[in-house]
């Protein structure tokens, strides 16, 4: 009988051995993704220190709209979060609502099953006892009705303990209802603050760019300033292709870029301002969509990739680049804020960043490319 024992112990341990060997290779995995994902991103900030050095980041212009850009950015992300946590904190005060009217909807049966329970019993009351204690030859009908108000005494006392119960849940839960109450009206008061906030940051901003604009002497010079420069931005692509080319795919839908022409959702619903091939309203020429959008409104990812660039960068203000492999990427610039960060995966209609005019633009748009191993393509074509 040991020896059977033995011999099964040890045929469980010999199947349960690969199992066991698997968590040790996967937490393996797991970790080396994290320390390729961390790599990643101290890849990216060299690379954009880099490029705002190349681009001159250091002049005034760039440096002064770059951090009222920043300003605008927390602003607009700190509202965010404040309507993440009201949209949040109503879903639970609905709950509870919810769970109040379940509880006073049982309170009121509790309630009505209690009283007929009652009527029943004083149907039942002392007068019917006293007749039949009098009626000395109907003494089993005597125990039959002592015995139905020993059940009736012991239903009630059930009943109203059920109702004490039920009362002291529903008050709990009015509690925690004025608890929420609280809670969302902080959060509301919170957004208001932070809607001041943004509005004085973009009004700052204004005033930035009001003061820039009177500096310089003409387009050129606002160009020389503001504007991007082609070849800093087709060495930026490179190199952020270069830093996430051995980062696996970690999305679902993992068709060829290629083979979704004609398939893309568009980034942002709005009218074209200047198409592909023509000139943005700074006279400098388009290589993309430059669609009219208001502000705050969401930019979504036109297809599954991995965020590549979150940042500010001359001529495209607060900057997103997503990378959706075989040299393909798409730019998405001009934004009031950045939702996602380097390395965050991203599907097709995901969210990225808000609609605004950063970098110096005169209003809220954002400016959308589509560039294969760094060059501009036209995304028209690819957008259904």
Known sequence: MIRRFGMFALALWLAAAPAAAQDPDRAKKEAAAEQRLSTLRQQIKAITAEQREQEGERAAASRELRAADAKVNESVRALRRT???????????????????????????????????????????????????????????????????????????????????????LAAVARQIED??????????????????????????????????????????????LGRDEKSVVRLLEQLRDAVADIPRQVDDTRPFASR????????????????????????????????????????????????????????????????????????????????????????????ATVGSSGGQGRPALYFELRRNGQPQDPKPWLR
């Open 83 to 169: 309507e993440a946590a009201i949209a949040t904190s109503e879903i639970e005060l609905q709950r509870l609502q919810e769970k109040q009217a379940t509880l006073e909807a049982g309170l009121s049966q509790q309630r009505e099953a209690l009283a007929t329970l009652v009527r029943s019993a004083y149907a039942l009351g002392r007068h019917e006892q006293l007749k039949l204690l009098l009626a000395q030859d109907r003494m089993a009908d005597l125990a039959r009705v002592l015995a139905y108000h020993r059940y009736f005494q012991a239903d009630r006392q059930q009943r109203i303990t059920g109702l004490i119960a039920e009362l002291r849940d």
């Open 180 to 225: 929420q109450r609280q809670v969302l009206e902080a959060a509301r008061t919170q957004q208001q603050a932070d809607l001041a906030a943004l509005e004085t940051q973009r009004g700052e901003r204004a005033a930035v760019l009001a003061t820039l604009e009177a500096g310089f002497k003409d387009r050129a010079a606002r160009l020389a300033a």
């Open 261 to 352: 022409r004609g398939q893309l959702g568009r980034p942002l619903a709005g009218t074209v301002l200047a198409a592909f091939g023509g000139r943005l309203p700074d006279g400098r020429g388009s290589d993309g969509l430059l669609i009219a959008g208001t502000a705050g409104a969401e930019v979504r990812a036109v297809a599954p990739g991995r965020v590549a660039f979150s940042d500010w960068l001359k001529g495209y203000g607060l900057l997103t680049i997503v990378d959706h492999g075989d040299g393909w990427m798409s730019l998405y610039a001009f934004n009031d804020a950045l939702l996602k960060d380097v390395g965050d995966w991203v599907r097709a209609g995901d969210p990225l």
